[in-house]
């Protein structure tokens, strides 16, 4: 004998009384009621649903206007730079280099300086006078040149006046490349007033070592050193290889990443490295003529 076949020969003899089978038949009978119930409110909230969404898309159809026009977007203007060309101006040239200017309103309706940006071939950057003291003769590990553009505020120049004056305007940046994930960019620009809340003290760590200041850094950073900490600038001859690798924190790729500024004369270089080779980039500073 099974399990049911034993189970209904034991229980065959009870029962449930009168009271019990009424009280089932109650809650079964109020349970199919309110799943009726139930049923006719879906019912109602489908037909409401369907019926306002006829009577609103007419109302919606009148309202429908363009799309509003696309602000265009604000530009910084670049810093003035004086760059000379080794050969005396005669030999420049701008045509497949020369980018549409730039021009426009900022969304306050001020007037917005034009810019021109011109992409630069590394000889064109080389017979650069002003800059070519200022670029690294090193890389840190299997870096080269990768793409090198002339920020230009206004237009550009005109080829007759270069050939008078021999010099333009502008910022030169560079991007150095392993072709992956590593880089050095270097950014050649005047250095202006606007610069100098950035200016640290190579002798006085708390105004560029993050690493005295607990997290997180709006907290503990004093207000008035917030830009020297954040973004140093050093004069050139004060900066070290021991504040470089201090200043340098790791990132992925087992790499290092480290950012800050050189003060040579009246010249700003800005450096951005992402690199295991931290050396390399020590060298790459401390062999560039400019900053002897």
């Known amino acids: 004998m099974n399990?049911?076949?034993?189970?209904?020969?034991?229980?065959?003899h009870i029962r449930?009384?009168?009271?019990?089978?009424?009280?089932?038949?109650?809650?079964?009978?109020?349970?199919?009621?309110?799943?009726?119930?139930n049923k006719r409110l879906k019912n109602s909230a489908l037909v409401l649903a369907c019926l306002t969404l006829a009577l609103s898309l007419p109302f919606l159809n009148q309202t429908q206007t363009e799309p509003e026009p696309a602000r265009p977007q604000r530009q910084t203007d670049a810093p003035a730079l004086l760059f000379a060309p080794a050969d005396g101006g005669e030999?420049?040239?701008?045509?497949?280099?020369?980018?549409?200017?730039?021009?426009?309103r900022s969304a306050d309706c001020a007037p917005k300086q034009a810019e021109t940006v011109i992409k630069l071939t590394a000889e064109e950057v080389a017979n650069m006078i002003a800059c070519a003291a200022y670029l690294p003769p090193t890389l840190p590990e299997d870096m080269q040149l990768e793409t090198a553009t002339l920020h230009l505020a206004g237009g550009v120049p005109d080829t007759a006046a270069l050939n008078d004056t021999g010099a333009i305007t502008g910022t030169l940046l560079l991007n150095y490349t392993d072709g992956a994930y590593n880089y050095l960019t270097l950014r050649i620009s005047p250095y202006t007033a606007a610069d100098e809340p950035r200016l640290a003290e190579a002798d006085r760590p708390e105004t560029w070592d993050q690493s005295l200041y607990a997290l997180p850094y709006a907290e503990t950073i004093p207000e008035d050193m917030w830009q020297q900490v954040t973004d140093p600038i050093f004069p050139a001859a004060d900066f070290t290889a021991d504040i470089l690798q201090r200043l340098a924190g790791?990132?992925?790729?087992?790499?290092?990443?480290?950012?800050?500024?050189?003060?040579?004369?009246?010249?700003?270089?800005?450096?951005?490295?992402?690199?295991?080779?931290?050396?390399?980039?020590?060298?790459?500073?401390?062999?560039?003529?400019?900053?002897?």
């Open 16 to 37: 449930p009384d009168a009271q019990l089978i009424a009280a089932t038949g109650q809650k079964l009978a109020a349970k199919k009621q309110n799943a009726a119930k």
């Open 250 to 292: 790791e990132s992925d790729q087992n790499a290092k990443y480290v950012r800050f500024g050189l003060k040579a004369g009246d010249t700003l270089l800005e450096y951005t490295a992402h690199t295991p080779d931290i050396n390399g980039v020590w060298q790459a500073i401390s062999e560039t003529p400019g900053l002897q």
């Open 3 to 12: 399990f049911k076949e034993k189970y209904r020969a034991e229980m065959q």
């Open 91 to 104: 030999n420049i040239s701008y045509g497949q280099n020369a980018l549409p200017t730039l021009a426009g």
